[in-house]
């Protein structure tokens, strides 16, 4: 092979989104934000839980969101934070007899360090690289989890069983009601002070990054700090979902926690769109319900199904969701204007 | 010693499997730039297939080459009619497609075959060879496969117009197509040699591992690893990163105590990140300068 | 069907006077959520797809079975309407599937969910629902604890009860053993370690050679083998799965180790782990098992085996024979009808466990001679029993009694 150096302009992996067309507007948001709030009302207890999954697995993807598609680094190892998360939380609560609700910021900001940390090697790593590092992590996780000497405090292989909170102050709701609109509440401070994160000076670091590390660098934006702090933040949101996901689950154990979890959070952020935030909750939904519909078509190819359904979501829209609602826009746009 | 000694060559021979691999990897990132996630799936179809042909009474090699045949033809199929439309989709979305053609190979090769392990024969006999109880002459005849196909592709990429053109076509695109390269076949052509690569991969492994959907799942890891380690762009890089992977894993699972054993993956993963945070481009790869 | 209804008649008429206040109801009939005149609905789940898809038969062959039960009347005149739910092994999945089983199809009961990890996320739900986690798919020793869970009850015989065979046989056979053991670095790898240094007892830390664990993410276990070869070994415990146990038998022979080998009963498989693996290699072997191996040709005309054979022609004429686990469905989906055969009428979820928990020397068809599902309301393992056997030629040669090792969880 030649020795000369190889001289690339590198496209960047992630197109460019225009911090504008990151959110919504006010007005859907505000009917979404209706929608989720009145829903539960309605629907048996098992469909508010599968909402509530819907928005613990909307945030984890929101989280790869903010590193990928603000900063412009990939990962594969989502998973591991989110299980860091969950059995922070765990741990805290059937161990030290912590409450639910102050678990979360503890996780949040353990998974926080560890993302920070974990940025730090992932520097010098770009592509496929970076994603055969953080690939490395998420099977590395389910195997620490198990380890002897941690045993005592996350019950190895078997798992911690987790209770399940009750509603506070004598509320008239059940639990699964309860969890829910908790992590609504949640999920709505993260989701604000996320936008507002990628529209501060930080954001437009990120994508400064994500457009043009060298560039970027040139102009004066600190980028190891940047980048490492993408990494913090999206692990810090992601310990935040694992740790909602824990208590809504009632148990967890290493084999919840495995590669399969972090394809499935990329495959979220893909389909709800690169880039584009309220995608995270198209993806998640995503994620959810469209195995449930493979396994109804065929059971013995629910997995082929699946992968068909896939494709046919990327060949129809490769952008995501985040199409679908640009399209969408400017329909209504046209028909302001008739 | 003696277990020191054992762990090297064991590792060699399970380093041969990853080896193996590694070429269809480095293969595949030559003509598209990244890494194909089906691949391992992609070759333990091809396996099928030849296990199949030989259940119906084709002799070992016609169902080889036969299972070769069809494989490159498989690859370009896959190619023109998955990805092509995809051609202009971002890089993430064709990862996604990766992962949806993953999950149709398994699903449809566990429907076919289900998922109870089947006995792959192998030509060479599985004697110890030269003496070694450590290396059976099936391993031996894998390495020397490899070897073949290591050569095979270092004079395409090297010496053939072809092999020239796809290095271009995958590496500056834009400038490929102004010397009047085809770059869209150049990547079908690609995905075909790759898919044929990695039947041979199958075939050799599976007479070790058994045949069965899933017996390329952790392959593909190492494989990836080795390819990694190695260097992408690097069909020599490639095979060495796969025997140095054999023999780190074993040698951490043996000597580091408490945890080696354990955690032997994990361990020789964070030491091939380690390797990469000080040479990027892997061990044998060509460093990559960027441009603004 | 006739009988139980004249009977329960009679008991009626005597009650006359107090049923009369009630709605005059005769027929005692009694239903739960699931339950009807016409149906009885059965969930499950299963990992149908991912890593695990390997289990998804036992799903699809009881779901065989089932519409054979259907095809032949129901049972007591009722419908086996069985929901099937794939959960890829992953708990949260499980959990979800769970309770949409429990909550959305409104199911009687959820029957024979598979896995350690998933049957654990589920099982304080069930429990709290009081909704029978009846005949898990797991040989952990955890299910056999009526006190804490009256919801849920296990099935087949517990990993750790098995090792415990093993153990007592080598201390008798060969006390000075000096044995390996290979396990898969789970639940499953390590109960099977556990019940097999408890057997030992007191002798486990002196005889244990080396104890080496594996994952299932690894392409081959070589390197293990050739580790354990080194340490001297005669005697070698192989506690793996299908895959991997036949690739240490072939290994083992490869490499000229000829310990006395020990091979746990999940991978005893004449079809699926022993012929593939080669059966000159495996010559001497001792394993343990409780159902009839479909791929033994000790069972060519056994009636139990003709049974099963006519049932797969007609209702799973696509099944692999040579699968242990299509026994395994078979075998499990007659278990759950026994007990709703003997729910009779009051099929409350209440009377379903206690059926369950009344199974007096229940013989089925799958099972070896002589071997029984027992339970009572402090033994929630059904079958506790296994018989030790040696591979010799192609076949297994059962010896010595059938032995059981009951352990509470």
Known sequence: MSAAEEVVTEAPAVEAVPKRAMTLGVGTSLVVLAALVIAPLFVKNFIIFQMTMLLIYGLAVLALNILTGGSGQFSLGQSAFYAVGAYTSAILMEHVGMNYALTLPIAGIICFGFGFLFGQPALRLSGVYLALATFALATAMPQLLKLGYFEHWTGGVQGLVVTKPDAPFGLPMGQDMWLYYFTLVITIGIYVASVNLLRSRSGRAFMAIRDNEIAASAMGVDVALYKTLAFGVSAGITGVAGGLGAIAVQFVAPDGYTITLAISLFLGMVVGGVGWLPGSIVGSAFIIFVPNIAESISKGLSGAVFGVLLFLVIFLVPHGARQVAIVAQQMLGKLKKH | ?292 | ?409
């Open chain 2, 1 to 292: 010693m003696e277990l020191f000694t054992n762990q090297v060559l064991a590792g060699i021979a399970t380093g041969a499997i990853y080896a193996c691999m590694a070429l269809a990897v480095v293969m595949i990132y030559q003509a598209i730039d990244h890494l194909n996630f089906a691949q391992g799936e992609m070759a333990m179809f091809s396996t099928f297939m030849s296990w199949q042909m030989m259940q119906w009474g084709v002799p070992y090699w016609g169902a080889f080459i036969l299972t070769l045949a069809l494989s490159f033809a498989g690859g370009i199929i896959i190619e023109r009619l998955l990805f092509k439309p995809l051609a202009k989709a971002p890089v993430l979305t064709n990862v996604a497609g990766f992962i949806a053609l993953y999950a149709i190979v398994n699903s449809v090769a566990g429907l076919i075959w289900d998922f109870t392990i089947k006995q792959y024969p192998t030509p060479f006999g599985s004697s110890p060879f030269l003496g070694s109880q450590l290396i059976s002459t099936h391993q031996a005849g894998m390495i020397g496969i490899t070897l073949l196909m290591l050569i095979l592709l270092f004079v395409f990429f090297r010496f053939t117009r072809v092999g020239l053109a796809m290095r271009a076509a995958a590496s500056l695109p834009e400038s490929a197509r102004l010397v009047g390269i085809n770059t869209s076949w150049m990547i079908a052509l690609g995905w075909g040699m790759a898919a044929a690569i990695g039947s041979v991969a199958g075939m050799m492994i599976a007479p070790v591992v058994f045949l069965e959907p899933n017996m390329m799942l952790g392959v593909l890891i190492y494989g990836f690893a080795a390819a990694v380690l190695g260097g992408l762009t690097s069909p020599f890089g490639a095979v060495m990163g796969g025997f140095l992977v054999g023999i780190f894993e074993n040698l951490v699972g043996t000597y580091i105590p408490g945890v080696g054993n354990e955690l032997k993956l994990p361990i020789a993963l964070a030491l091939i990140i380690t390797v990469l945070v000080v040479k990027p481009a892997g061990l044998f790869g060509r460093p990559i300068v960027k441009r603004v």
């Open chain 3, 1 to 409: 069907m006739l009988a139980i209804n004249l009977r329960l008649g009679a008991f009626a008429a005597a009650l006359a006077l107090l049923a009369a206040t009630s709605s005059g109801a005769f027929a005692q009939k009694k239903y739960d959520t699931g339950a009807t005149d016409t149906e009885i609905k059965i969930g499950n789940i299963m990992p149908y797809s991912g890593p695990a898809s390997a289990y998804g038969v036992i799903g699809k062959t009881e779901e065989a079975y089932f519409r054979k039960i259907n095809a032949e009347g129901g049972i007591n005149g009722r419908k086996i309407n069985f929901i099937s739910y794939d959960d890829t092994y992953s708990p949260p999945k499980t959990v979800e599937q769970a309770r949409k089983l429990v909550e959305s199809d409104e199911v009687l009961l959820i029957f024979n969910p598979l896995g350690t990890p998933p049957n654990t996320a589920i099982q304080k739900y069930l429990n709290s629902k009081k909704v029978p986690q009846l005949f898990v798919a797991t040989g952990a020793t955890k299910w056999n604890d009526p006190k804490d869970f009256p919801w849920t009850m296990g099935w087949q015989p517990n990993y750790q009860s098995e090792s415990r065979i093993y153990a007592k046989y080598i201390l008798k056979n060969k006390p000075d053993a000096k044995i390996a053991v290979l396990y898969q670095n789970d639940d499953y790898g390590k109960d099977y370690l556990k019940g097999f240094k408890d057997g030992l007892g007191d002798k486990a830390a002196s005889m244990i050679v080396i104890e080496e664990s594996y994952e299932v993410s690894e392409p081959t276990i070589d390197s293990h083998i050739v580790k354990m070869k080194a340490t001297g070994a005669d005697v070698f415990f192989n506690i793996t799965t299908p895959k991997f146990a036949a690739q240490a038998i072939k290994k083992n022979q490869e490499i000229g180790w000829k310990p006395l080998h020990f091979l746990n009963g999940v991978s005893s498989s004449i079809g699926s782990v022993i012929k593939p693996a080669g059966f000159e290699n495996s010559q001497g072997i001792i394993s343990s098992n409780y159902l009839k191996d479909p791929t033994d040709i000790e069972w060519k005309n056994d009636a139990g085996m003709k049974a099963w054979n006519e049932f797969l022609d007609k209702y799973y004429p696509e099944a692999n024979r040579a699968d242990i686990f299509v026994m395994y469905g078979y075998t499990v989906a007659q278990g759950l009808e026994h007990v709703l055969r003997a729910s009779g009428d009051n099929l409350t979820r209440a009377n379903v466990m206690k059926q369950a928990a009344s199974i007096k020397d229940l013989e089925l068809g799958g099972l070896l001679p002589g071997i029984k599902v027992n339970t009572s309301a402090t033994d929630f393992a059904p079958i506790s029993q296994v018989q030790l056997m040696r591979l010799k030629g192609e076949t297994w040669e059962r010896f010595g009694e059938i032995l059981s090792d009951d352990v509470g969880g």
